[in-house]
């Protein structure tokens, strides 16, 4: 029996190998094949946070592109920044001389560029604030000589979390784009990637008109039921356990939709029952380890709960709508079912405003807290456990505690409380699952 490890097996944190799921809908797989194959063609992967945007991107390069680099672009990040990373990471290609399929020769005179360009680099500017060094951008380090050097490395270039960048700074990035499809007449492999959350592609065509057609927009949706159930059949089998079907259909509703989620719940039904590696002999899981691992997630969570909530709350007026979207079925409601339920119940809000509300909590500045499924329209939260938030935040106002902070044990028993009525409206077979509540 091949044994494997639990951290590689269940990974909320990275991208999967071991319990990796081919996303069916859409051809979303060949789609991003024919995509990465396509010279000239820059890539725009996005969907919401845990959809499974990177391990998909993981996947399915290594069938085109041997070797790349990624930058893990984050707030504030300038563009000169990001140029820097990814000048940096080709010094494996151009001093180290790792050479890959694609590329088993280096170019003399694009080593020389690449060695000049890192010997200007070494200028540093001091913040006469804080003695801080930053390194400065020099004139030869041009877009166009780095994708020169890209081009000659055969490495793809994979923008992480590209929506993070902002303002200018994400303009220069499209441009840089723009850039890199004119070069790739001459370097059919010079390829960037980016990944990010929902409407960056559109961020990108907005920045620059002429990359419409240049531009290949691949969205990651969030996973079917199904498909979340492969991720637990693939693990359940690495590592010799057993979670029935009446569990894995308990996980994949907790999940909604987020490979993350199911990875860190089945990641903690292991660890609390010691499994670290494959097991000799199949160990079954039953409610109690999957109630326990709920309760631990929340624990682990509580922080991201608040923040993403902290950030709806920037919302003027933004009560009422989560009141509304509350009220509704967790699997989503139309817009004029929310108003229709608004005005039956005296809640004051129009429907420009709920829908104005609903848009921004999609993005992720204002927490992205919810979803709209694309074919039936129809808003929810995008986790369940902000679904629970939100319940506990309104359980502890209307209960006139509002003038102080809960302390963690409170919010805890709170979400507790929240998850059990969530978990009410999900209806079980009593006869298999002999279901547990939080």
Known sequence: MKKYKLVDVFTPTSPAKVTFVDRVKEDVNDRLVRALELPGNQIVIYGHSGSGKSTLLENVLYRTYEKQINTNCMKDMTFDQVILDAFDQLQEFYVNEVTNNKKTTIDLKAKADYLAIQAQIGAVYENSEGQKQVRVLPPQLTPQNLGRLLGQSGYCWVLEDFHKIEGEEKEKLAQMMKVFVNLSMNYRDLKVVSLGAVNTARQVVKSDKEMRKRVSEIQVELMEPDEIKEIIRKGCEALNIVIDKALQDDIAHHSNGLASICHKICYLMCSSAYITETVEEPIEFNPEDLSKALSEYIKD??????????????????????????????????????????????????????????????????GELVKIEENSQKYSFIDPFYRSFVMAYFEEKDANLKNRRLNNKELIDLLNSAMRAVKSNYQYEEKDTGHHEL
């Not at 229709?340 to 609903?358: C, F, M, P, T, Y």
């Open 301 to 366: 969570e509580e922080d991201t709960l608040r923040d993403a909530f902290d950030s709806a709350m920037k919302i003027d007026k933004i009560e009422n709508t989560l009141r509304v979207l509350l009220s509704q079925n967790e699997n989503g409601a139309h817009i004029e079912d929310m108003f229709r339920w608004a005005k039956e119940n005296g809640v004051r809000v129009s429907k420009k405003k709920i829908e104005e509300d609903l848009e921004k909590l999609e993005k992720e500045e204002f």
